[in-house]
């Protein structure tokens, strides 16, 4: 478990998520899509995940500034093997999503939770410079860097 923070769970923002533009509405509408696919996996008995929850927010302070602040990332899914998956939803992929999730998330959550937690990135369109996916399955996703699943928003998402 990460020692450089503090944390624990926040109120959750009440302000219902809006695109500030076309783009931002487009990323919206893929979240809620993501967010179907993975509801449709933790309702199936045979997969290992049993909870999902959509922006939970957390406050937190480092132990070395004492400046604190809150988080929200898009999706926490539950393992029955007592660890978290922290998922960040990206229309298009963006260099800092796996930072923000390992240096940021993932911390924050296992100090609030006190479970391990696994970082995952879900995208639609890829650019250029990300890292090649090497995986097909969301299970081999959080297991293998570079922790990105590419999911083009039909079909489902598969364990």
Not at 41 to 65: C, G, M, Q, R, V
Not at 103 to 114: F, M
Not at 140 to 153: M, S, V
Request: with cysteine; hydrophobic share 40%; charged share 20%.
């Amino acid at each position: 478990m990460n020692q450089d923070f503090v944390a624990g769970r926040a109120q959750p923002a009440i302000v219902k998520p809006r695109g500030s533009n076309v783009h931002a509405e487009i990323g919206l509408r893929y979240e809620r899509r993501v967010k179907r696919a993975l509801m449709k996996l933790t309702n199936d008995e045979t997969t290992p995940l049993i909870e999902l929850e959509h922006n939970p927010w957390f406050s937190y302070a480092k132990k070395d500034s004492g400046l604190s602040s809150v988080c929200a990332p898009d999706f926490l899914l539950y393992h029955k093997d007592n660890f978290i998956i922290v998922i960040e939803v990206k229309l298009t992929y963006v260099n800092e999503a796996i930072t923000k999730l390992q240096g940021l998330y993932c911390p924050i959550v296992e100090t609030a939770l006190n479970l391990p937690a696994k970082p995952l990135v879900i995208t639609r369109h890829l650019i250029p410079s990300a890292p090649k996916p090497n995986a097909f399955t969301l299970s081999e996703a959080i297991n293998n860097p570079p922790y990105l699943l590419q999911w083009l928003g039909h079909g489902g998402i598969i364990y």
